[in-house]
């Protein structure tokens, strides 16, 4: 009507008060950051399960069998591979077999070594990508770089991306759990930020105990007590924010204290593991000898809590104790030994009880280290580290048990086959939770930033 009636100076001001009325309704604490939000076409997935294997696993060593290492075991690798990069110690040795003894399992034939006895039995529900590749080789930047799809410190982790995207099922829990085993990878908790997203997006850092954080257990006699006090600092917080015209900080903060509150209700219900069977506890590995095996063992059983309780993206990391995590410079054999030990048991464990439990098809497990290793030693008996071609897999909703897509060379050094990056592990992973990677954006200095930034590519060849 204003610009009808020639008012453009009054139409202007309208315009202004109705995009700050919409920014207002946007940010309200009575709408969570988390709310639920659809995706953008139908997806079996509905969660994610991330088993980051920090400091490099072996590729050669555990799901990329190469004969030819045996032929040429102890040769020069100049000689027989030729065409070497600088590692990232420039020590290199000669061409090291694997130690270990590689079968096919399963229907699929999928080889895996003797290291993982466990995993082999569920060979069939696992996708292999055997050609990843990173742009890094030193652990900080390829942390970085896996999680947040950039080298450099302070961009949004992917599972703040994925809350970002799609909220969380449970307001009573984080959206985005990292259950931390006692190592924080190089990089630290950048990895697990929310970089420009907005704070609540970030990763809350859980341990593997029946206290998992600081301040879990209130000390107030009652709720109202409780109640009374978080009412107060929600009234000085809209007081402020209201002589300040309105700040997303302050906003994010009232959020953060109310799902704070939430979490001292339900957090300590989530940890209470007397509720499962010790049939479950055992085939997890919570009575195993291998005290590393037992902190994994209960961090994936509160991963398959956690997603039973509808929280987006569970993160978990390797204990420590087994040397410098699967960084293994040196004592390859103890140190893959005592890892796979860790991991194997429970993992295998995780896969069977969400099948048990009917949430295998829509929870997507993605198992990955930031690169690989050298098939040559450093050293006599160590490996340096590979960005050049390495395994990463997959598994549960909508990816396609059994299957295998890339090839590195018979070396186990380049990726020569269907080449792929992390930018298309994001964007098969969101593909995978019905989320476009290319629409999925926010607005930040001055464009429109994404996870996979102007990459990306879906892995089809993983998709059932």
Known sequence: MLQWCANGFGAIALQSLQSHATVDAAESPQQSPWAPKKPHFPSKAKNVIFLYMDGGPSHVDTFDYKPALEKYNGKNPHEVIGNLAPTQFDAVGSVLKSPWEFKQHGESGHWISSLFPHLSEVADD?????SMTSQFSEHTSANYFLHTGNGLQGRPSMGAWMGYGLGSENQNLPGFVVINGGLIPPGGLDCFGSGFLPSAYQGSIFLPKDQPLPNIQRRERTDQIQLNKLDLIRQFDRELNDSLGGESEIEAA????????????????????????????????????????????????????????????????????NGDRWDQHGGLVDGHNKNCRTVDQPIAALIKDLKRTGLFESTLLVWAGEFGRTPFAQGSNGRDHNPFGFTVWMAGGGVKGGASVGATDQWGYRAVENRFEIHDLHATMLHLL????????????G??????????????????
């Open 254 to 321: 009232i959020s953060n204290y109310e799902t704070a509150y939430q979490m001292q209700r339900s957090v300590p219900e989530l940890m209470d593991l007397s509720q499962e069977t010790e049939e479950t506890k055992k085939l997890y590995g919570l009575d195993a000898e291998f005290d590393n095996t037992k902190t994994f063992a209960r961090q994936c059983l509160i991963a398959r809590r956690l997603v039973e309780r509808g929280v987006r993206f569970i993160e978990l990391t390797c204990p420590g104790g």
């Open 126 to 130: 696992l996708a292999f990508i055997k």
């Open 434 to 445: 019905g989320v476009d990677h290319t629409q999925s954006t926010f607005r930040f200095s």
């Open 447 to 464: 464009r429109d930033m994404r996870l996979t930034d102007v990459h990306g590519h879906i892995i089809k060849e993983v998709l059932a």
